[in-house]
């Protein structure tokens, strides 16, 4: 199988190419990505030698066309990912995340290639924290923010050209994810980097939120299980019932940093901050016999903060523009 990977220098992407190196050896990678603020492909060195990277934007229509002519397989991971960003300047992620990927629709629909999209349960907006519903495949979708209202877009794309044009389409929409090489822009890589640095982790609000944590490596065994037996046309909800408060996660850090659970601070909140995401991964499990196999959360969480203390030269090249960002938002 020969897989064009976009957005494959990034954090979930980086992680699926090193798993499929690993566990689907006959594979022939191709990466696509543009390498944004977001990108890195030094977390590509590792396999370099068992992959071709190519730097380019997904909404480079020439560019996409060749890389999908030359491919059997296209996993779209590429997009511009964090909501505080969005709020900021939402214009990147039209760009990327709606026309990049209605570029590579495109791309798919002249090549008759097989084509997985990669999205989240964002797009389905938020729940009370005592609402006994979690999200299912047939929720109406309400996104919240400028990242999540784009994702949206770009998941009803997808459906449209599987109904008019044929497409042979998946998609996938997954919870929060933590592991290795993510971006120090997200919670959990920014509080434990922070407290590297003497700084405490800060809490957006009151800390109330919660996010249903899953571990990369589990969220990209689903995506190859998708890609391996899922039905063309239908949505799979990855989740791996993981629901954490941010301040449980916060005071888990802070006790596995070797710290006082209360040793954080509360700054301002984000605007439209959506407070409870939980997914029902049933289908997934029920129908292609998917189940998470990573440790729990505490053991998974353990793990990350040692491979952060392992890797600072990774991280710290982003660290202090990160920090000017938020400095500038006040959080
Ligand atoms: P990330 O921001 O770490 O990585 C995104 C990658 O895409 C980067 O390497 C960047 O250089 C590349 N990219 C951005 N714009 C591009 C363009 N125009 N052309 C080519 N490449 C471009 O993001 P991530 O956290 O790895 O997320 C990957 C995908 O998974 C996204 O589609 C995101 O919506 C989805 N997702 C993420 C999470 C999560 O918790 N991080 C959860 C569910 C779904
Ligand atoms: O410093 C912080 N303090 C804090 O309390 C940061 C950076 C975040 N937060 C809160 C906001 C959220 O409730 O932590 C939670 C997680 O924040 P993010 O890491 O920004 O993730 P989130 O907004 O939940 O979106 C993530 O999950 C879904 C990914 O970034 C998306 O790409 C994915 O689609």
Not at 24 to 33: Q, S
Not at 45 to 62: M, W
Not at 292 to 300: E, L, N, V
Request: hydrophobic share 35%.
């Amino acid at each position: 199988m020969r897989l064009l990977v976009t957005g494959g220098a990034g954090f979930i992407g980086t992680n699926f190419v090193h798993q499929t190196v690993r566990e689907h050896p006959d594979v022939k990678v191709t990466v696509l990505d543009a390498l944004t603020y977001a990108g890195d492909q030094a977390s590509l060195a590792p396999v370099a030698d068992r992959i071709s990277f190519v730097q380019g934007d997904v909404a480079d229509a020439d560019l996409v066309d060749r890389l999908v002519a030359d491919c059997d397989v296209v996993v779209h991971f590429a997009a511009e990912s964090h909501n505080d960003n969005s709020l900021a300047n939402p214009w990147p992620f039209v760009q990327t995340n709606v026309v990049g990927t209605f570029t590579l629709l495109e791309a798919v629909r002249r090549h008759g290639t097989r084509y997985h999209h990669i999205s989240t349960d964002e797009v389905y907006g938020d729940l009370e924290l005592d609402d006994p519903a979690k999200f299912t495949p047939q929720r109406p979708y309400n996104p919240s923010s400028p990242y999540s209202a784009t994702k949206a877009s770009s998941d009803l794309l997808v459906r449209a050209w599987v109904r008019s044009f044929g497409v042979q389409a998946t998609i996938s929409n997954c919870s929060n994810n933590y592991g290795p090489y993510q971006h120090v822009e997200k919670f959990i890589p920014r509080q434990i980097t922070n407290m590297v640095d003497g700084v405490r982790p800060k809490l957006y609000g009151t800390g109330q939120n919660v996010r249903d944590w899953i571990h990369v490596e589990d969220h990209n065994a689903a995506v190859w299980a998708i890609i391996d037996r899922g039905r063309i046309g239908e949505t799979y909800l990855i989740g791996a019932d993981g629901e954490q408060s941010n301040k449980d996660v916060v005071e888990l850090i802070l006790e596995l940093m070797g710290e006082p659970r209360d040793a954080y601070d509360l700054v301002s909140d984000r605007p439209g901050h959506d407070l409870r995401y939980a997914i029902d991964s049933t289908k997934l499990r029920d129908e292609l016999g998917w189940q998470p196999r990573f440790p729990g959360f505490r053991d998974g969480l353990a793990a990350t903060i040692e491979w952060y203390r392992q890797n600072a030269a990774w991280w710290r090249p982003q660290k202090d523009a990160t920090e000017a960002k938020y400095a500038q938002l006040g959080r």
